[in-house]
């Protein structure tokens, strides 16, 4: 398991900036992607690679990784930006299962 | 465009049978792998099961093995899951998405909305 750990929940103001934590084992040689899921709907891919933004993603969302801790940082956050987020981890095996993080509800006060 | 769409839901006792399909367009179907993720209402993204290019390899989360079936039909674009012997904790939101292209950092390129499995007496 790569233990994939977030924080349940980020509050942040309109305008300001949001960073998101995703915590596991051996990710630093690992590949981690992110998905945005509003409410009702399905998840869609903001980065993957760490931090590639695919094409129709705001320039807003972003991606870092420092040792075994990935971030989703979301700049001049807007009330639309309001979801939960997820982290995802896997490789070539496919061997593990639990290959996403528990999820982080960012709120927009 | 992607589009993935999932059908097969809905009601179903503990202990029988559903299968879920997703009809799979706007790309060439036989070039993705291809998987299931599901959803408990109000709870986190579960990995089921993974589908390679030609049907070949497969892969099951623990909690589903020996029950669920992964298939897919590259003539016909479409992937589904056969889910025998279920049980109440299989009731979720269904998910086929789509894998980017890149086998060794698997990512999940495109989703589609899901079709509801409750599983209940």
């Known amino acids: 398991s790569y233990g994939l750990t977030q924080p349940p929940s980020v509050s942040v103001a309109p305008g300001k900036t949001a960073s998101i934590t995703c915590g596991g084992s051996?990710?630093?040689?690992?590949?981690v992607h992110w998905y945005q899921q509003k409410s009702g709907q399905a998840p869609v891919m903001v980065i993957y690679?760490?931090?590639d933004r695919p094409s129709g993603i705001p320039e807003r969302f972003s991606g870092s990784k420092s040792g075994n801790t990935a971030t989703l940082t979301i700049s001049s956050v807007e009330a639309g930006d309001e979801a939960d987020y997820y982290c995802?981890?896997?490789?070539?095996?496919?061997?593990?299962?639990?290959?996403f993080g528990g999820g982080t509800k960012l709120s927009v006060l | 465009e992607v589009q993935l769409v999932e059908s097969g839901g809905g009601l179903v006792q503990p202990g029988g049978s559903l299968t879920l399909s997703c009809a799979a367009s706007?790309?060439?179907?036989?070039?993705?792998?291809m998987n299931w993720v599901r959803q408990v209402p109000g709870k986190g993204l579960v990995w089921v099961a993974f589908?390679?290019?030609?049907?070949?390899?497969?892969k099951y989360a623990d909690s589903v093995k020996d029950r669920f079936t992964i298939s897919r039909d590259n003539a016909m674009n479409t992937v589904s899951l056969q889910m025998n012997r279920v049980r109440s904790d299989d009731t979720a939101l269904y998910y086929c998405?789509?894998?980017?292209?890149?086998?060794?950092?698997?990512?999940?390129?495109?989703w589609g909305q899901g079709t509801l499995v409750t599983v209940s007496s």
């Open positions: 706007g790309f060439t179907f036989s070039r993705y792998c």
């Open positions: 995802q981890v896997w490789d070539a095996a496919r061997d593990q299962t639990d290959i």
């Open positions: 589908i390679n290019r030609d049907g070949t390899t497969t």
């Open positions: 051996n990710i630093a040689k690992k590949r």
């Open positions: 998405v789509q894998e980017g292209r890149d086998d060794y950092n698997p990512y999940f390129d495109s």
């Open positions: 690679y760490d931090r």
